[in-house]
């Protein structure tokens, strides 16, 4: 079945730093989307890439669909203490799965 | 978009008992979905609740341990049953409204002793 990889598993930075978290599934997909879950908190979308090779952004949040839409990246400038929490890849709602998460710690 | 309300937010429970959780969505939605997120981990779906036919579990879960009712579009329940401490957990319901967004329930925290 379908297999969603992240990568890192955990990440801390000083806030100002930037971070990358990178999701690789085993299958092509027709769309990605990522969440984010904050301590204590439950999952809130965040975005839904559909195109090869698209790119999207939000603020200081910077999202990529990989061309052969197996893989995908979310990029975020400058941290802030704001966006401490686990983020999630998930692939299309048939089978959905969601990556195992990359967990940003941003130390001020 | 959805509002979803989950209850209970936290539960302590004895080894043994059952709990049930319940989802109430602000609006009709066709599926519900039912997942386990335990400690530092990912999320798993447990099934998937269909109005007015049985709930569709995946590899793993049963029936037998997570009866699932859907009486209507806007309303769903997962029990827990015959609890054990390895069933201590954030239990998450999550529908889809619209489009393919997913959105969330504030979670149950179940601690099983």
């Known amino acids: 079945g379908q297999q969603v990889m992240q990568i890192p598993q955990y990440q801390h930075v000083q806030e100002g730093e930037d971070f990358t978290t990178y999701c690789n599934s085993s299958t092509t997909l027709s769309n990605i989307q990522w969440y984010k879950q904050r301590p204590g908190g439950h999952p809130v979308f965040l975005i839904q890439l559909v195109k090869s090779g698209e790119v999207k952004k939000q603020k200081r949040l910077t999202f990529q669909f990989g061309e052969a839409k197996k893989n995908s990246s979310l990029h975020i400038t400058a941290t802030q203490t704001t966006d401490v929490g686990t983020y999630f890849c998930?692939?299309?709602?048939?089978?959905?799965?969601f990556g195992p998460g990359t967990r940003l710690s941003v130390l001020p | 978009s959805a509002v979803i309300s989950q209850k209970p937010s936290r539960d302590i429970c004895q080894r043994g008992t059952s709990l049930t959780i319940q989802c109430q969505v602000d609006s009709q939605v066709t599926m519900m979905f039912w997942y386990r997120q335990q400690p530092g981990q990912s999320l798993t779906l447990i099934a998937t609740a269909n109005q007015g036919s049985e709930a569709t579990y995946e590899s793993g879960f049963v029936i037998d341990k997570f009866p699932i009712s859907r009486p209507n579009l806007t309303f769903s329940t997962l029990t827990v049953s015959n609890m054990s401490p390895e069933d201590s957990s954030i239990y998450l319901c999550s529908v889809t409204a619209g489009g393919t967004e997913a959105f969330f329930g504030q979670g149950t925290r179940l601690t099983v002793v």
């Open positions: 998930a692939g299309p709602r048939q089978n959905f799965v």
